[in-house]
């Protein structure tokens, strides 16, 4: 196929005309589409083509430059994934008089049309949209008719435009449709003006982008909008890392590191005013000498207000210690088990608490602890425990919860009783927010939260706003494992405060069934594990083995594991890095062609970093509540369907997570992985019948005591660690000393002490939305 001289790009095209649209999601300003090839730069011969992509109602008489790159889809053939386009607008004279008198423009005939170009030349497209007022230079051309010329080319050229002028500095046609639907034709001329303001508004809009488009439009480097959004910038780089807050000083350092340049004369005075305007606006919070996104410090505030309010009801039932003792004994009796010191303390406890934590490592009975409580408070007020006692209008009493769809599944597994996510509880409804909050609040007598540790300072206010004064509330976890992936470490503040009554389980109760694991777990949380830990046991090998040798190593394991009868699905690795020769990413490719090679006969879907076959094990990577999956869990790709197969006329990925089947189209595929390796912090809350954990010293950087406890206490069978004994032992030593910024407990001891204090900044309804609003 014949190149076009007249685009002068360095980038693959194909110049195209729609020949029909097989797919168009208005919403989402999504379509697959045939079109007829008019010319090309890319190694491409056939006439036509399906490309698909962002873009706007493509119109029948126009053509397009469609910039992108090929995809082969496994039935279907080479199909062209459009990263950027633009409408062809001819550069010749007469070429371009056609354009502009065609059925596109109403009202512009060839007259008029050769006299806009004769007055405007073959630029006259990108004059108007530039100055519209140009259009004044044509000699008869009435004000109405020019206004409608405009209209037009800015509804045909505006998306594409921005698109175009946004594909210049990576940014894809996914996010310049988010940032096209908030400014609509303006996005360009803002852009180049302060493009600072998209770092606030649009979500994945980046510093550095602002910052090369700014200085490419000659924008002063110490320019107060700078100056604010890498302000803000900070303050969200820092969430990620798990802060709540930074100290004014820490924060203006880091601004002036961000933004100083050789020719950007930035000093701490003019950060320091800027962060005090951005205060006085309430775009951040400052407080006691520390700065807030809002959304975080409300988050904080309104969950040690709820904390304080649970606290300060006492229970209806106060049950005699006697009677309390005798039903304890009781169920001990039903349950055939007596319970340890710690436990009994820890069910008497939460009993006559309002607002209780249960910590403890693996295998210390914290089930049996949950076990007990239900039984024991059920006893005391008359209840049953059994949910098909209650009828559909009846409010069951116990409410129990967890963070993640496995965790909730094993509390149910564990109890028998219903468990659901904490999204799944608090009514996410995908769009506005949580159902469930101070005005509709969680009905029922006893709530339990499971895995508590993973529960981040949103999710926490969110959760404790809901929960009603006559409710009772027992929060589970264990303090040694890593903190939540969002902001904060809710469950070691609570314990930190003292504020909060709480029982931490210590003795080990599998132990006694002779288990390596459990006795690791627990080596490694009192800082006793050495070499003699590490010696091989029914449940536990050490294979030592260097970098290179890892993938002959899982090779052999899975190998054996599968000639001993065992499947393989159950052998998870965790490793604690995507990259490098040893990183999640390899790995996954290396079992991916072991367990599940490529065959006739599977059906495949390649995006430009992976291949998902059918039969592929894969992991979801975000919360999706409205489909009742969440980050972390587990499925397997049961069936892939392409677009002429289905409804919908898109690919579609068919994922079955344990039993829930969810259709992915190709735009949500980042949101899956491969999962045959999966990352430490993912498999949080999770547990696995066996765990085979990497250990190097490539990994140093994140080998810590907290990562690898979690990483151990997910296997349930058997453990086997490869690697490096001397990484893994120096790593188990090592604590965790990026503190997180958190400034819960002081707000819980300054409400639990001394009251409410009364020099907090105003609640501002409008701040105290949390980011789960718009999730
Ligand atoms: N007091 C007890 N007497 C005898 N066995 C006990 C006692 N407490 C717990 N166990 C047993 O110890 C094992 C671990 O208990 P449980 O599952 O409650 O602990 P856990 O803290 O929830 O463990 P994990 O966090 O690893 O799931 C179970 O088999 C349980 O029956």
Request: net charge negative.
């Amino acid at each position: 196929m014949a190149t076009d001289q007249q685009t002068q790009t360095a980038y693959g095209y194909i110049k195209g005309e729609l020949l029909h649209t097989i797919f168009r999601n208005e919403q989402e300003n999504f379509s697959i589409a045939k079109i007829k090839v008019l010319a090309t730069n890319e190694d491409y011969q056939e006439k036509d083509i399906v490309i698909k992509g962002y873009f706007s109602d493509l119109q029948d008489s126009a053509a397009y430059y469609f910039y992108g790159d090929f995809e082969r889809h496994p039935k279907f053939g080479l199909q062209y994934n459009v990263t950027s386009y633009k409408t062809f607008i001819p550069d010749t004279k007469d070429g371009l008089i056609d354009y502009l008198s065609s059925d596109l423009f109403y009202g512009i005939g060839q007259k008029t049309a050769r006299k806009i170009v004769e007055t405007l030349g073959t630029n006259a497209v990108s004059s108007i949209l530039n100055d519209p007022s140009v259009l004044r230079q044509i000699p008869g051309l009435k004000q109405d008719k020019a206004d409608q010329l405009v209209k037009t080319l800015k509804e045909n050229q505006g998306f594409e435009y921005a698109a175009v002028y946004l594909a210049k500095y990576g940014i894809g046609l996914k996010l310049a449709q988010k940032m096209y639907k908030e400014y609509q034709d303006e996005t360009v001329s803002v852009l180049q003006e302060d493009p600072y303001q998209f770092v606030l508004n649009i979500e994945g809009f980046g510093f550095h982008t602002a910052d090369q488009i700014a200085q490419e439009n000659g924008l002063s480097l110490t320019h107060a909008n700078r100056i604010g959004a890498g302000c803000v910038y900070v303050l969200q780089q820092n969430i990620q890392d798990g802060h709540v807050y930074l100290p004014v000083e820490e924060c203006i350092h880091q601004v002036v590191t961000l933004l100083t340049q050789p020719d950007a004369e930035l000093t701490i005075d003019m950060v320091q005013n800027r962060l005090e305007e951005l205060n006085r606006d309430k775009t951040v919070i400052m407080y006691e000498g520390n700065v807030y996104l809002p959304s975080l410090y409300y988050a904080e505030n309104g969950f040690a207000g709820n904390v304080d309010r649970l606290l300060s009801k006492s229970v209806e039932h106060d049950t005699p210690l006697a009677e309390l003792m005798k039903i304890i004994g009781d169920v001990e009796e039903q349950e055939v088990l007596s319970y340890g010191k710690e436990q009994f303390e820890a069910i008497q406890e939460a009993i006559s608490s309002e607002l209780m934590i249960v910590t403890g490592g693996p295998g210390t009975g914290k089930t049996t602890v949950i076990k007990g409580i239900l039984n024991a408070f059920a006893e005391i007020h008359n209840l049953s425990i059994d949910p098909d006692s209650y009828s559909d209008d009846a409010d069951y009493p116990f409410i129990l919860t967890a963070p993640t769809g496995r965790a909730a599944k094993r509390l149910t597994e564990s109890t028998g009783l219903p468990a659901v996510t904490i999204h799944k509880l608090l009514g996410w409804d995908g769009q506005n927010g949580f159902e469930k909050d101070d005005y509709d609040p969680l009905k029922g007598r006893y709530l339990i939260v499971d895995e508590f540790s993973m529960v981040d300072i949103w999710l926490a206010n969110s959760l404790f706003k809901a929960i009603p004064d006559d409710m009772q509330v027992l929060l589970v976890g264990d303090e040694d494992q890593l903190p939540s992936v969002g902001p904060g470490q809710v469950l070691a503040d609570l314990l930190t405060s003292g504020q909060i009554p709480y029982v931490s389980l210590q003795d080990v109760y599998r132990q006694k069934e002779g288990s390596k694991i459990i006795e690791l777990a627990h080596a490694i949380k009192q800082d006793a594990c050495d070499h003699h830990a590490l010696e091989k046991a029914q449940d536990f090998s050490f294979i030592s083995c260097h970098e290179q040798q890892l993938i002959d190593v899982v090779t052999t394991v899975f190998d054996r594991a599968q000639k001993k009868g065992i499947d393989v699905k159950d052998i998870q690795v965790l490793a604690p890095m995507y990259r490098s020769q040893a990183g999640i990413t390899m790995i996954n490719q290396h079992l991916q062609a072991l367990i599940n090679p490529a065959s006739p006969q599977k059906r495949e879907a390649r995006t430009q970093d992976a291949v998902f076959r059918v039969g592929d094990k894969v992991l979801q990577l975000v919360n999706q509540p409205e489909d009742g999956i969440y980050n972390g869990d587990i499925g397997e790709v049961a069936a892939i369907f392409s677009a002429n197969e289905n409804v919908d006329h898109v690919e579609q990925l068919v994922i079955d997570f344990e039993g829930k089947e969810i259709s992915f189209e190709r735009k949500d595929y980042i949101n899956i992985t491969l999962a045959y390796c999966i990352s430490i912090h993912k498999s949080q809350g999770s547990e696995f019948p066996i765990v085979m954990l990497p250990v190097f010293p490539v990994y140093r950087r994140m080998l810590k005591k907290n990562l690898l406890y979690t990483a151990i206490t997910r296997s349930k069978q058997s453990l086997v660690i490869c690697g490096d004994k001397q990484a893994f032992l120096d790593g188990v030593k090592r604590q965790d000393t990026n503190q997180r910024y958190t400034s819960l407990i002081e707000k819980l001891q300054e409400r639990l002490v001394d009251g409410s204090s009364d020099e907090q900044p105003e609640e501002n309804d409008e701040a105290a939305i949390s980011p789960y609003d718009f999730m």
